[in-house]
């Protein structure tokens, strides 16, 4: 399988530095493989054109667009394409989402975030408190986690929105989603999901999740630079979002401005069906729920051996939940004794290994962990294209760099 894998990804083939290079930055965005490049290519070849026009290739983007949106709620498990809105990334999104729930709001209302989630959906929220509306922290504990008893303590009938990640970028912890659901509709708030490190890992059921908004990113699963948003069935057409007046009001037009990047939604076509590619089934969906079950499994094994070779690393330190945990994304952070990350991914970097350093954007994570004054962290993120000979590689490239 392992083969056949990395044949579809042209990028692989690169070498640096006399070998072939060696990706684990998937967390900052994946490898894209051919299925999904020929895809894109053709729109500009044969078929490029704006939408709702009377010729052959307008009839094609219209097409496009909807066959987009009928992929990505299979990817999802969503109620069916209408509830799929695109955008630029998912913090363009989530930006013009948090300004647009937040006209519902009133001096004095409240909104829950957590230390533990990337700025994109804790930056647009924060934003609000320029209206008066007041943005509550859930604490994040040492070992990565978040603090339930403190949520518990922060949630309160003043709270209208719960902004929480599925899925951590910088520890991979996966946070107790049906707890955080059910403490906010208790309280009557709208739950906000980032699910971007989520979906390339694990599979995703919207509506098992029951969340009113979820987000996330093509780009992190082998797609191009496409921004997602799941609106549940009624929920966007009631918000007041930025838009023109020229524009389809309903959903999911109605948070979307302007024209979209057509080549790359094909392309977000194309890599749904390469993540259906891995299973078998009748339907996308079917072949989504399987191939997603092969997809963890291989990567599970991997990270497994990873944690377990930076362990017996002098002097390392690993950060976030036991790798034992069933629900984890396979996303190592650690940090390595009286060592910058900056100079452990620059030693990577020399021998050909791709690997990032700092916050990712979980600043707000590493400041409470105290991890800012040594520079954070370095990160190893598995994807399906990784293999174990370039886990013994980065392992024993690691032992070098430590035994100096
Ligand atoms: C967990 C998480 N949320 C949100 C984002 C932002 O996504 P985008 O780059 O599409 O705005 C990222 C990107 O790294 C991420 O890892």
Request: charged fraction near 20%.
């Amino acid at each position: 399988m392992n083969d056949s894998i990395r044949s579809q990804f042209p990028s692989l083939k690169r070498i640096v530095n006399g070998r072939p290079i060696v990706h684990f930055d998937g967390p900052a965005g994946t490898q894209v493989p051919q299925s999904v490049i020929d895809a894109m290519v053709n729109v500009y070849s044969n078929c490029n054109a704006n939408t709702h026009g009377h010729f052959i290739t307008s009839h094609e983007t219209d097409q496009l667009i909807n066959h987009c949106r009928k992929q990505v709620a299979e990817l999802l498990g969503a109620e069916g394409p209408d509830t799929i809105s695109f955008g630029a990334n998912m913090t363009t999104l989530n930006f013009t989402l948090a300004n647009a729930i937040a006209r519902t709001l009133q001096p004095g209302d409240e909104i829950l975030i957590t230390q533990l989630d990337h700025e994109a959906n804790r930056g647009p929220w924060l934003n609000q408190r320029r209206h008066g509306i007041i943005v509550r922290e859930v604490a994040l504990e040492e070992d990565g986690s978040l603090d339930y008893a403190d949520l518990e303590k922060k949630i309160s009938e003043r709270t209208r929105v719960v902004a929480i990640g599925l899925a951590s970028n910088i520890f991979g912890t996966v946070n107790e989603i049906d707890r955080v659901r059910q403490l906010a509709y208790e309280a009557g708030a709208l739950l906000v999901v980032d699910a971007v490190h989520y979906v390339p890992h694990l599979l995703t059921d919207v509506q098992a999740i029951d969340c009113d908004f979820m987000l996330c990113s093509a780009y992190k699963f082998y797609g191009p630079h496409v921004g997602i948003l799941y609106s549940r069935p009624g929920a966007l057409d009631s918000l007041n979002t930025d838009r023109l007046r020229v524009q389809v009001q309903r959903a999911p037009n109605r948070i979307e401005t302007g024209t979209h990047n057509h080549a790359a939604l094909v392309g977000v076509s194309a890599c749904v069906d390469f993540l259906a590619s891995f299973g078998n089934g009748n339907s996308t969906r079917e072949k989504i729920i399987s191939g997603m079950s092969v997809l963890q499994t291989h990567e599970r094994g991997l990270a497994q051996q990873l944690y377990l070779g930076l362990r017996d690393l002098e002097g390392v330190d690993i950060y976030g939940p036991p790798l034992k945990e069933e629900q984890r994304a396979p996303t190592i952070s650690f940090t390595i004794e009286n060592k910058r990350p900056a100079e452990v991914c620059k030693f990577l970097a020399e021998h050909s290994i791709c690997a990032w350093d700092g916050h990712f954007y979980a600043k707000r994570a590493v400041e409470v962990l105290d991890l800012m004054e040594v520079g954070g962290v370095t990160r190893m993120g598995i994807a399906v294209y990784n293999v174990e000979s370039e886990v013994e590689y980065a392992i024993s490239t690691l032992k070098k760099f430590v035994e100096g």
